[in-house]
């Protein structure tokens, strides 16, 4: 099968990862047959320098031909002070709008091997996580306005947060779908108690259910899931919740896995050419020092190729080979475990060693 590949490469360690990516699909592609096409897009910092724009038309119409889009990371401080509409990360929530991606899939999935690099206590890890956390990503207060003006001799800044009802419960069926698929537990996270989104958020949510009636909904407020997810993260199937919410509550939940390095991410919309990505930015302190971990990028590839190229065989291919690595005791910096007799069982490698790897391992 032929695949067209938009490929972000973006700013900061985001070329090293997305280049192991990019190794492993064409391992994929000559075991199995496949051809895969790569057309470079540039969005973020090095599209504002290249272009005077994060994200230009060209460049996003490059996106929308693709059959899907590979992305590694944007920002950095060189753009710090550019103004709000013209940072890097402006061009990725333009792409996200623009593919209409609404349904970002995060999981928090603990993987055996890395189990002592999580912060929590043993006794909290041992009874499992393994949950998603299904983001709305095109709405909330991200898209809403942001203005800063003088007022009475000082700044004021605002941000406005607006969902409506057909947005909620096309997010609300995306967080059913997936319980469904999986341990049929749906938690519906706002803030209720405080913001009329939220309000609309528990009631669109609770509608809905009335049609997934073997999925149990519960709801939390997000203050009191932040506090959960570190104190009982198996209690959490599924997760759904808005933009923002989203967004600090999946570094919490990567956190507790071990590395925000290892958590892929998929974004879809109407159709099936989706956004893959990493959750973790671009770590400009470690760029270009070939140390960055791979792995987040490689399995957001590896989630490609299941949810929207329907490659099941392939997709479990490559997250096989991720385990067997893990299990040789290969290790990024990031998670290399703190104990001295585990760090004895583990060899410490570089981005592109650990990409290579992954590769050979596919093959055998
Ligand atoms: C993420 C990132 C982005 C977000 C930034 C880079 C705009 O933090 O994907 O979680 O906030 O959505
Ligand atoms: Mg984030």
Redesign the pocket.
């Known amino acids: 099968m032929q695949k067209n590949i938009a490929v972000i490469r973006g700013d900061g360690i985001g070329p090293e990862i997305v280049e192991q990516a990019l190794k492993v699909l064409d391992k994929i592609a000559e075991m199995y047959g496949h051809t895969f096409v790569y057309d470079d897009v540039d969005m973020g910092g090095c599209a504002i320098d290249k272009w005077g724009d994060p994200l230009p038309q060209v460049m996003l119409d490059k996106c929308l031909a693709s059959d899907s889009v590979l992305m590694g990371s ?2 950095g401080p060189k753009w710090d002070g550019v103004p709000g509409p013209m940072r890097p ?1 402006k061009g ?2 333009r792409l996200r709008a623009g593919m209409g991606v609404y349904s970002n899939n995060r999981p928090a999935k603990i993987w055996p091997q890395l189990a002592s690099a999580s912060p929590l206590r043993p006794s909290i890890v041992e009874k499992g996580i393994d949950f998603i956390i299904v983001r709305e990503l095109i709405g909330g207060v ?1 898209f809403g306005k942001h203005e800063t003006e003088e007022q009475d001799g000082q700044l004021l800044a605002t941000d406005t947060m607006s969902y409506s009802e057909s947005e909620i419960e096309r997010i609300g069926r995306i967080g059913f779908e997936t319980a469904r698929k999986r341990g049929k537990k749906l938690c519906s996270v706002e803030k209720s108690n405080v913001l009329d989104c939220s309000r609309l958020w528990k009631k669109v949510m609770h509608r809905l259910a009335a049609e997934y009636p073997d999925v149990e909904l519960s709801d939390m407020l997000v203050d009191n899931c932040a506090m959960q997810i570190v104190k009982n993260p198996a209690q959490f199937d599924v997760i759904v919740t808005e933009n923002m919410f989203g ?1 600090i509550l ?1 570094d919490e939940a990567s956190m507790i896995t071990g590395s925000i390095g290892m958590i892929p991410s998929s974004s879809l919309g109407a159709t099936t050419c989706g956004l893959y ?1 990493p ?1 973790h ?1 671009s770590a400009p302190d470690i760029a270009g020092m070939d140390i960055a971990n791979p792995i987040g990028t490689i399995l957001s590839a590896a989630m490609m190729l299941r949810y929207s190229f329907d490659m099941a065989e392939e997709a479990d291919a490559i997250e096989r080979a991720v385990s067997a690595v893990l299990d040789a005791g290969w290790r990024t910096g990031d998670i290399m475990p703190s104990d001295a007799e585990e760090v004895a069982a583990c060899r410490k490698v570089g981005c592109s060693r650990m990409g290579e790897l992954i590769i050979e391992q596919i093959a055998k």
């Open positions: 944007v920002g990360e990725l929530l991200y967004d999946s990505e959750i930015g």
